[in-house]
């Protein structure tokens, strides 16, 4: 019989070679698929892998869809830390992308340089808003966080999906579900010509810098560290767990709130109802692939956005559903438990005697 017993000691080089093996497992797992459906496996990986970035217009494709998960993963990392595991930053992007889309769409037609800060500073004080209220019942009432956020992640998406059919709708749009166009002041301003690579880019960076300085310079980041690893040692010290948990949901909603205008403000330009491909929940895989670390961070961003343009290419070259992306990335996250669980655990083999 076999048991699994937990490891005197777990090893800090295992830790950190962990999501690179659950990699490789998910690249050797997805060439298995590939040849039961049929399809040469290199090839196919070729395709999945490396053609989407064989170009310089591939690797910006590829920088425009890490700069959000990067950014939202950065800000989930702030609540993992603490113990908080809010995985509602879909519902706090869109509300991000309503309150700074908002602001774009009232002012469409002003020409000022002051219209874009405006939308970025509306869209992190509405995604920090709604996550805001998932802290004030986790505080008053101590509801789990877990649904909370994940019901108030779908009332999101549909108070985008009534102003896009409703009162914010186009009237010069023939009906379709989606607002007026954003004015060029409201726009993300292109970083390289011919290229879709944006100023969100810069933002996300800075804020991946200032993450950083938090973590490994200042009291608050060891708060939030020392809060998620022993809650009684954080008690006994007098760190204020209300103040710790309402500001962990806030900066994370705040980030996922300026991902989101970042997101309709760059490559969209408008408001619709899919404004994103499940980045906020796609973002969690790249915050426990990066380690909660924002260096770690950027480089799971960039794997986990290669799924997305690999399916993409799978799709037009292999002629198979662009889902198959969501399939390496759940295989990325269920290596990346099994080979976190075997870090810290170990398999005994028990004998049965008589």
Known sequence: MISIVPRGSSSQLMFILAPIFAIFL????????????????????????????????????????????????????????????????????????IFGGGVGILFYDVNSFL???????????????????????????????????????????????????????????????????????GRMPILFDGLRVHFGLIITLILLALSWFVYSKTMFGYQLKVSGYSPKAARFAGFNKNFLIFS???????????????????????????????????????????????????????IIALTYLGAEDAQLFLQIPASVGFVFQGLVLFFLLGTDLLVNFKLRLNTLNG
């Not at 217009?57 to 890490?66: I, N």
């Not at 966080?145 to 749009?173: K, N």
Request: with cysteine; proline share 5%.
């Open 26 to 97: 998910t690249l050797f797992f997805g060439a298995i698929i590939f040849a039961f459906m049929g399809y040469s496996p290199f090839a196919a990986l070729k395709i999945f892998f490396i053609s989407p970035i064989s170009n310089a217009y591939g690797l910006s494709e590829l920088l425009v869809k890490a700069t959000p998960l990067a950014l939202i993963a950065v800000g989930l990392s702030f609540c993992f830390k603490n113990n908080i595991y809010n995985i509602g930053a879909e519902g706090q992007l869109t509300m991000g992308a």
């Open 248 to 302: 962990a949901f806030a900066i994370s909603g705040a980030f996922a709130g300026i991902a989101g205008i970042g997101e309709v403000s760059g490559p969209i330009g408008l408001l619709y109802r899919d404004i994103s491909p499940n980045y906020g929940f796609t973002a969690i895989i790249v915050c426990f692939l990066g380690r909660l670390h924002p260096v770690g961070i950027i480089f799971a961003s960039l």
């Open 115 to 185: 219209i874009l800060p405006m939308m970025i500073i509306a869209g992190g004080i509405g995604g920090a808003l709604w996550a805001s209220i998932l802290a004030l019942l986790k505080i008053k009432f101590n509801t789990n966080e877990i649904l909370t956020s994940l019901m108030l992640a779908y009332i999101a998406l549909l108070i985008l999906d009534y102003l896009v059919v409703g009162p914010w709708r186009d009237p010069d749009g023939f009906n379709f579900p989606k607002t007026r166009s954003f004015g060029e002041s």
